[in-house]
């Protein structure tokens, strides 16, 4: 059962804590703070808090979204293997059902995710 947001409760990670920065390097967030807070204009939910895999990668061009590729003029350097990320919840969901789910680092993956994902579905894919 997806859990509902409490708007009230700030920035708690899917197990409950306190929101644990995903990554400063590269920048990540809707927000570009490092972590996968979310807000009203935040309409993709990046909440996730991934460790990207070349696998994902791949999933993720095929679909439209091409999240390898330099873009200088936005400030985003392109996401090798290894790399952390805010990723949209919706396509965290998404890359699971086709089997290209990446890692999920749950202190930094926000609550709202439990939007769009299943708390145990993230906590098998779960890494360190």
């Not at 769009?116 to 360190?128: F, P, R, S």
């Amino acid at each position: 059962m997806i859990r509902a947001i409490d708007p009230v409760s700030g920035n708690r990670n899917v197990l409950g804590g306190e929101l644990s920065p995903c990554s400063i390097d590269p920048m990540s967030g809707f927000y570009r703070t490092g972590c996968c807070e979310t807000g009203p204009d935040d309409q993709g939910s990046h909440t996730v808090c991934i460790m990207v895999t070349d696998s994902f990668l791949e999933f993720s061009r095929a679909c439209g979204n091409d999240l390898s590729t330099p873009m200088p003029q936005y400030g985003f350097p392109g996401l090798k293997e290894g790399d952390r990320w805010c990723l949209c919840a919706p396509r965290w969901h998404e890359a699971l059902v086709n089997g290209y789910a990446p890692h999920v680092i749950l202190e930094a993956t926000h609550e709202g995710a439990l939007q769009h994902c299943q708390l145990d579905d993230l906590i098998t894919h779960a890494v360190e």
